[in-house]
């Protein structure tokens, strides 16, 4: 528990500034991303389907709202987190979770390396000073030497420390000593006090004020479906890749609840809700945080700052904070990809490199859709290009053998195997060893008795399921053989969690 209580506050130190810089993303005060990440924070750590995990406000989710909040105002936005909420209640309800599983490999590696650069990217304004006219620009001479200096000395501070000590974390001696060194050398560097005053007292409960008839739904419906999806979307692989960190499973289902009853706790208390943190998480994790007392811990410190001790945490220099980001970049990063790029096939090694870059350019939800419907439709192809056919004739006619899938992909090649015209008058096809997955395989059967009966022949089907056979049309001269070894398989089923029946 003590590991997890330093853990947290490590991670509540971190969660000051990002909770800052995306609050001014979506354009809103503040305190509305640093009490969103405290609510958030602490639901999801007591709820939540992964011990370890934290929640908060996050950039991914900030993007999506700047334009609602820009267009219609801030009580828009805590109406439209209620209804986020709401709709994540439903998924998890719905147990919608266990989508999560079609995620293949290679977008969870590009999404691990895309966070990672989004990461540092997002560290990069910190190297960067407003002038007095409004332009931004990179700092130089002194201001840079000290910042860069800051950074390194934090950075090799959390690496020696678990050389030396695991009775505290890395990242947490490491923003002490530094920010220490940094007062009492008078070092002009930037600190969080420059970003906001944290002062503040405790968040109270609002009804948001918007009007409540259908035009304000058709507002605040399509921002809250963008990022319900979103952020399920962020939590659920964050929760996969914290699982295969500490070889445990969470649940995909409790998290989508957990996620849902904070965004609605939080829009009824005026903040901008907010899901899962990788780069905090990563934080949490490596620091030795493991239970939910560390995302507890994270949350209460988080609190007690704003409403005890602003002015301390205020003092802390911005480059101890990146120092720590930089740190989380490297440790989030896969580098193993760079030997694994080289030995996987080339369409995983282009979804990778893919997801990697729409991370980058888009988003993270942007980027793992569009991973996983490249990945579908090449695994599409390679299934089509596995259908073979082969056939011999006998004294009882012709007989033809299916091997592989018959779904939408194959369905057009399938008819090419056949000669309608050509084969005798009974024509058997046997689907042993085939399967059919949907109703483009079905409409295919279909299509080909058609065309024997045109031809005057009668086809013979053999080795369907009875799924199939219910759902064929009885068209023509098609002869339905039952048979003893029937494979038995749901066709477009849900077992809800289930296994499906053994089969062919």
Request: net charge negative; glycine share 10%; proline share 4%.
């Amino acid at each position: 528990m003590r590991i997890d209580t330093l853990s947290g506050l490590t991670v509540a130190l971190a969660l000051v500034p990002e909770a800052i810089a995306f609050a001014f993303v979506a354009q809103v005060d503040p305190l509305v991303g640093l009490y969103a990440a405290f609510f958030v924070g602490l639901i999801t750590a007591i709820f939540g389907g992964r011990p370890g995990m934290i929640s908060g406000a996050t950039g991914a989710l900030a993007v999506v709202m700047t334009a609602l909040v820009v267009e219609h105002g801030v009580q828009y936005l805590f109406a439209t987190v209620v209804l986020m909420g709401i709709l994540q209640l439903l998924a998890g309800i719905f147990r919608l979770g266990k989508l999560i599983r079609m995620v293949p490999h290679p977008v969870m590696l590009g999404f691990v390396n895309g966070l990672a650069i989004v990461i540092f990217l997002a560290q990069m304004s910190q190297f960067k000073e407003t002038l007095p006219n409004g332009d931004t620009v990179w700092l130089s001479g002194m201001a840079m030497y000290g910042m860069l200096g800051l950074i390194g000395l934090t950075m090799a501070l959390i690496w020696v420390t678990p050389k030396l000590t695991k009775a505290i974390p890395g990242p947490l001696l490491a923003i002490v000593v530094v920010s220490i060194l940094a007062i009492v050398l008078d070092i002009d560097t930037r600190t969080v006090g420059d970003m906001a005053s944290l002062s503040a007292g405790l968040p109270t409960f609002i009804i948001p004020d918007v009007p409540m008839n259908f035009e304000t739904l058709t507002i605040i419906f399509p921002y809250a479906l963008i990022l319900a999806a979103v952020g399920l979307i962020e939590s659920l692989l964050t929760l996969n890749l914290v699982n295969d960190m500490l070889d445990k499973r969470g649940g995909a289902s409790r998290e989508c609840l957990a996620q849902g009853a904070a965004n609605v706790v939080s829009g009824f208390f005026g903040t901008m809700g907010g899901c899962a943190m990788i780069g905090q998480t990563m934080i949490n994790v490596s620091s030795g945080g493991r239970g939910r007392t560390a995302g507890i811990a994270a949350a209460l410190f988080l609190l007690s700052f704003i409403l005890f001790a602003s002015s301390l945490i205020e003092q802390i220099p911005i480059a101890a904070l990146v120092g720590v980001m930089f740190m989380v970049v490297i440790g989030t990063f896969a580098w193993s990809s760079f030997n694994i790029i080289r030995q996987i096939p080339l369409k995983d090694a282009f979804v990778l490199i893919l997801v990697s870059g729409v991370t980058v350019i888009s988003d993270l939800a942007v980027a793992v859709i569009v991973g996983v419907i490249v990945s579908a439709l090449v695994y599409s192809w390679e299934m089509a290009k596995h259908l073979n056919v082969s056939s011999h004739v006998d004294s009882d006619g012709k007989h033809y053998k299916i091997n592989g899938h018959l779904f939408f992909g194959s369905a057009s090649e399938f008819h090419y195997f056949f000669t309608p015209n050509e084969d005798p008058d009974v024509t058997e096809v046997d689907f042993f060893n085939a399967r059919v997955w949907d109703h483009s395989g079905i409409e295919a059967i279909e299509t080909l008795a058609e065309k024997y009966d045109r031809a005057g022949k009668t086809l013979v089907l053999r080795h369907l399921s009875a799924d199939c056979r219910a759902l064929l049309d009885k068209k023509g001269k098609m002869v339905l053989m039952e048979e003893y070894d029937d494979p038995v398989y749901g066709l477009a089923v849900d077992y809800q969690g289930q296994e499906a029946p053994a089969g062919h």
